[in-house]
């Protein structure tokens, strides 16, 4: 039963032919699917249709999609609206998420940073006396800060190593069955999250992320290596 | 000729409230040369008097000039490019770094003048031979006896042909046939390379083989000997 295009009400019977089984049940009960034919008949339309949904392989490719179509289609009466357009509290929800996610890496790196002015200066501190002996023997201020920045570069490239074989491999087995979270399905429905997620690798991600890491983990390590070349060498040897 | 001044050296250590004067008033010259031992008694000021010497550790007042630089007109860089070029230091124990073996101890100073990496090898071999170390080029320090990690501290020294040598206490953590091995090997490269040594002790063993013996006492020269030999 719906409204036709002259405003009435129009109602037919159908044969049920088939179930469809949908990630959600919310989308089960949503829809019913019937021939453009049949709908067009119902409802009066004549050939015409109400509405064309295009999905599209990347969910960000919305917006460009859609001013391409606006541009091509400017006939005042089509009317192009993108997903983000069309469900606004969704796209809220989303928004908020990924201002959680930047503050979560917020306190990750921060955490990092300090891990790692913790670990350099346990490093330099242990070795205060090679360091005062290095001075004794004529080496620069400069050249023992470029000497443990040295040092915490290769730290940085080994932890980089190590993390991002990390990060695939997991990636690696949770992309088989992905992550089920049936468990909440009823909650997540409602923003029209599916039941089984996967973990998708974008370059830009990756990059990114190393980027950072290395480059706040060289920038934090400027700290302990100008300690490290602080030291006078008198009070560096007299430590025992 | 005077390879090394020292005018009215004063210098004071602040132990919270209490303050010790380590150095009141020491004025020496060392002739090119020379092998000069700074004798005296615990806490007399030869470690803080060596320091100063070597531009580790700065006067509170008085002069020191190295081959003519005037120490206290240079900044932390320029004084580590003197002892990296005119100062060679012994120091009582941990002379060595204990990742690099004997020959890169030796070479490292050299790395750091720039020699190059043939040339550093070659003659970081050539002393560690002239002190008696030669099969031993590939041992760490904790791989050698003490005598033998302070005669890589020697050849460290002098590898790189300063103008002075500043060595203290050399022999303390050493016994007393090591110790004379050490010195013999001293007054060698003294005697053949024209290196100017001063070292401190409190042992007159050491002390024997000094050609100038300077007495220090609560902080200042109480006896300037030279010896006849
Ligand atoms: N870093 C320091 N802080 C405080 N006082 C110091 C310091 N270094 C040396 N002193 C004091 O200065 C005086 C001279 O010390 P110095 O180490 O020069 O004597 P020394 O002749 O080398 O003694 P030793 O034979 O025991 O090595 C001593 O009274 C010592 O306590
Ligand atoms: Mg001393």
Redesign the interface.
Known sequence: MSQDTDGEIASRAFRIVGIFRAEMAATEKQFAFVTITAAQQMLKLGESVSEVSIILPMYEEGEQVASALRADLHRADYEVQTWQELLSLVTAILRLYDGFIFLWFLVVFIAMGFGIVNTLLMAVFERI??FG???????????VIKEVLTESFFLLVLGMVIGNSLGFLSILALSGNGIDLSSLAAGLEFVGMSRVIYPIVHGKDIIMANLVVFILGLVVSVYPAVKAAKF???EA?AHT | MNILECTDIEKSYHQGKVEVQALRGVSLSIEKGGFVALAGPSGSGKTTLLNIMGGLDSADSGRVTVDGNALDEMNQSQLANLRLHKVGFVFQAYNLIPVLSALENVEFVMLLQGVLPIDRRERAKAILDDVGLAGTYDRRPAELSGGQQQRVALARAIVSNPSIVLADEPTANLDSKTGKGLLEMMREMNEKKKVTFIFSTHDHMVMDYARRLVQLRDGQVADDLVKEH
């Open positions: 006396r090679e002996l290095l001075k004794a023997l004529g080496m620069k201020p400069w050249w006078s060498a008198v040897m």
